[in-house]
Nanobody, 126 residues
Framework: QVRLVESGGGSLQAGGSLRLSCAAS????????VAWFRQLPEKERDFVAA???????????TYASSVKGRFTISRDSAKNTVYLQMNNLEPEDTAAYYC????????????????WGQGTQVTVSS
């Protein structure tokens, strides 16, 4: 069982930056792929970014086209934490952000993850 806790959300003006954190408890977190999704009320969860598990090769990131070049996903194995650095935020980035984890490696952009956090709100004003 993996428990995920997001933090770092907030309200800010367009052009600003935030860093979201996804802290995990539970065994073998470093062997899980981790992703960030975001969701508006009554909308589906949209893929934002994902990072592969820590293994023989360095973890590889994947980004949605809407955030590529502005967001960076990373993970710290010692802290069992995955980060989402968000720069040059736009009002369109406003949403609840969720982190998720799973051991399967195929198509990390689909929201069929085994474990989810409770979400953290990001609000960007123009």
């Amino acid at each position: 069982q993996v428990r995920l806790v997001e933090s770092g959300g907030g309200s800010l003006q367009a052009g600003g930056s935030l860093r979201l954190s996804c802290a995990a408890s539970g065994p073998a977190f470093n062997y899980y792929a981790v992703a960030w999704f975001r969701q508006l009320p009554e909308k589906e969860r949209d893929f934002v970014a994902a990072i592969t598990a820590i293994g023989l090769s360095a973890p590889r990131p994947t980004y949605a086209s809407s955030v590529k070049g502005r967001f960076t996903i990373s993970r710290d194995s010692a802290k069992n934490t995955v980060y989402l650095q968000m720069n040059n935020l736009e009002p369109e980035d406003t949403a609840a952000y969720y982190c998720a984890a799973r051991s399967r490696t195929e198509d990390l952009t689909r929201p069929d993850y085994d474990y989810w956090g409770q979400g953290t709100q990001v609000t960007v004003s123009s």
